[in-house]
Structures are given as C-alpha cells and as structure tokens.
C-alpha cells in the first residue's frame, strides 16, 4: 500500500512537499498520480508522473503552482505546492498506475495510499 506524508496546516501563500512511498513494493515502473478530495466534493485529478519522470500533466488548477517529481532509486514521487491557496484543502491520495503511460482517470489507478490531510488557512 502507497503511503504518503507531508500534509499539515499551512498559511495561504505558503510552500508544502508531500511525499508517497510505498515501502513493500516497487512502483517504479508505473505511472504515479495524485488526487484530492476536499470535504464534500468528488475526488480530484491533482497530478501525474510517467514511471521514467519524463511526462506529466497537471490539472488547471494546479498548473504553475504545483511541481510533481519522482526519485526512482528511492522509491518516491514528490509533491511540491507552492503559493497554495484555502481551495488546496483537501486530502491528498497518490496512486500508482495500472502501467507506466499517464492519465487523469482515477480508475486507471489500482494502487491507493491512505491520504494525508492538507488543511490552508486564509
């Protein structure tokens, strides 16, 4: 199971790096994506990273604020949020792929994490 880290209370403006790893097993040959999903709304598509680090997308509403990266050798893809705003609040799920190719689809994404929770304060 994916875990990811890093959420917390933050200042509007503020710069905040979640983290997702998976310590049992190895996803560095798939896509890895992040979703959020604020209190009382669907899930959303945030991110996502090709196995090799090479493509991503990003919503548009995080696109120029927000940065997704992986570490292959050390098994994690990074979030980084910067200027990040009160609509930010959510929890926050990365999810490894069905294979190594990118999507926003959420069910493409068999593999989900516990969620980490991101609160912004205005």
């Known amino acids: 199971q994916l875990q990811a880290f890093g959420g917390g209370l933050v200042q509007t403006g503020a710069f905040l790096e979640l983290s997702c790893k998976n310590p049992?097993?190895?996803?560095?040959?798939?896509?890895v994506g992040w979703f959020r999903q604020a209190p009382g709304e669907e899930r959303e598509f945030v991110a996502t990273?090709?196995?090799?680090?090479?493509?991503?997308r990003y919503s548009e509403i995080v696109k120029g604020r927000f940065t997704i990266s992986r570490d292959n050798a050390k098994n994690t893809v990074y979030l980084r949020m910067n200027k990040v705003q009160p609509e930010d609040t959510a929890v926050y799920y990365c999810?490894?792929?069905?294979?190594?190719?990118?999507?926003?689809?959420?069910?493409?994404?068999?593999?989900w994490g516990q969620g980490t929770l991101v609160t912004v304060s205005s």
């Open positions: 999810a490894a792929g069905r294979g190594s190719w990118i999507t926003s689809n959420a069910q493409d994404y068999p593999y």
């Open positions: 990273i090709s196995w090799r680090g090479d493509t991503t």
């Open positions: 049992r097993r190895t996803f560095t040959n798939n896509a």
